[in-house]
Antibody, heavy 127, light 110 residues
Framework: EVQLVESGGGLVKPGGSLRLSCAGSGFSFSNAWMSWVRQAPGKGLEWVGRFKSKAAGGTTDYAAPVRGRFTISRDDSKDMVYLQMNGLKTEDTAVYYC??????????????????WGQGTMVTVSS | QSALSQPPSASGSPGQSVTISCTGTSSDVGGYNYVSWYQQHPGKAPKLMIYEVSKRPSGVPDRFSGSKSGNAASLTVSGLQAEDEADYHCSSYAGSNIVIFGGGTKLTVL
């Protein structure tokens, strides 16, 4: 079974840091582009960023609101992807999901069709 | 990049059809055929319902369909059922390796 499991959420003060982890299983993790998507309470989904597979260049991209504060990393030997969040703001309060794209007969849709999602982990930024 | 625009709510009676819109720009929805739709029940993770404007992943009922015209995409749910009551989110590839989502639409089955 293909599965993603996030951990590491919690309560942190503004300006603080937190690292989220996401463990993948049931698929070829090293070939997957791993993304993070968040959802503030009562709001819509927001793409946070993505780490491409090593074969695709191993680069990262981020949404403007988190660029320069958040860093995505991965450890393919452990089938793990991480989201390091620094300089946290109250507006970063959200459920954070780890996700990856759909693979069909035409290939894998890493950036346009998020098919596998974790259960989410809550991050609360408050004093 | 601004979020895609969705109506906050939509509703329909069982058996009816309802269409939810998702409006962007020529830099996102209008520029790429990479629009997806997600269904999300309260407290649950999103579920992919439509990708590449109109394709359905395996297991998604054919009551769900997608389309696009210009800078706007639409999700139509036909033969509404009680279990279709959920939040629906659209997304689009926006170029430069960026993805954007809409604000979500709450679908109520009357």
């Amino acid at each position: 079974e293909v599965q993603l499991v996030e951990s590491g959420g919690g309560l942190v003060k503004p300006g603080g840091s937190l690292r989220l982890s996401c463990a993948g299983s049931g698929f070829s993790f090293s070939n997957a582009w791993m993304s993070w998507v968040r959802q503030a309470p009562g709001k819509g989904l927001e793409w946070v960023g993505r780490f491409k597979s090593k074969a695709a260049g191993g680069t990262t991209d981020y949404a403007a609101p988190v660029r320069g504060r958040f860093t995505i990393s991965r450890d393919d030997s452990k089938d793990m992807v991480y989201l390091q969040m620094n300089g946290l703001k109250t507006e970063d309060t959200a459920v954070y999901y780890c996700t990856m794209g759909l693979c069909d007969s035409a290939g894998c849709h890493w950036d346009d069709a998020f098919d596998v999602w974790g259960q989410g982990t809550m991050v609360t930024v408050s004093s | 990049q601004s979020a895609l625009s969705q109506p906050p709510s939509a509703s329909g009676s069982p058996g009816q059809s309802v269409t939810i819109s998702c409006t962007g720009t020529s830099s996102d929805v209008g520029g790429y055929n990479y629009v997806s739709w997600y269904q999300q029940h309260p407290g649950k993770a999103p579920k992919l319902m439509i990708y590449e404007v109109s394709k359905r992943p395996s297991g998604v009922p054919d009551r769900f369909s997608g389309s696009k015209s210009g800078n706007a995409a639409s999700l139509t749910v036909s033969g509404l059922q009680a279990e279709d009551e959920a939040d629906y989110h659209c997304s689009s590839y926006a170029g430069s390796n960026i993805v954007i989502f809409g604000g979500g639409t709450k679908l109520t089955v009357l």
